[in-house]
């Protein structure tokens, strides 16, 4: 019996030798893995950037083709600062080669002086129930008239805040 004694300790000293090589290759495996992960995600977290929404406000466009006159209605929401603002215009999907720099007074590509806070005259603040406008000059590419379908995009400190979409009447 005691032959049989040492069989069995030794048969049970293998297992357990050989079980105990498995769990420590998976938490190995296990481990590398999630070192992985980590280096992956802290990577892809500094990488990351928390912009700030720009202002939360509602819009109206007005287009006058035979005028050539843009007129922008601020119906609603925050108030927004025009120093911060920039207008990007589309003539039938075509970008006009002279943009308005609001605030202006005479800016090229632009006939008179512009209307409400687009006016460098006026204040700075855009407030809801102000409408601005300004109008494109002939010497502006694409020439704006009735029909055409223009597009303006309103951004503050590069966060688009509305596109507006319209034809012209």
């Known amino acids: ?39 992956i995600v802290a990577a892809g977290a500094s990488t ?15 287009v006058d083709g035979s005028e050539s006159s843009i007129t922008i209605d601020h119906v609603a929401g925050e108030t927004i600062d025009v120093e911060t603002l920039s207008i990007t215009v589309a003539v039938d999907g075509t ?3 002279d943009q308005p720099p ?21 204040g700075q603040q ?6 601005a406008g300004f109008s494109v000059a002939d010497t502006n590419s694409p ?7 223009v597009t303006v995009s309103l951004a503050v400190d590069g966060a688009s805040i509305a596109t507006l979409e319209t034809v012209a009447e």
């Open 1 to 39: 019996m005691s032959s049989q004694s040492t069989l069995d300790r030794v048969t049970v000293r293998g297992l357990d030798h050989d079980r105990a090589i498995s769990p420590l290759v998976g938490v190995l495996a296990l481990l590398a893995v999630t070192v992985a992960l980590a280096t």
């Open 48 to 62: 990351l950037s928390v912009d700030s929404p720009g202002p939360s406000a509602a819009f109206d466009l007005a």
């Open 95 to 97: 970008e006009l080669a």
């Open 102 to 122: 609001v605030p202006f007074v005479g800016a090229s590509g632009f006939d008179g002086t512009p209307d409400g806070p687009f006016n460098a005259e006026a």
């Open 126 to 131: 855009w407030r809801s129930g102000t409408a």
């Open 143 to 149: 020439t704006l008239e009735r029909g055409d379908t």
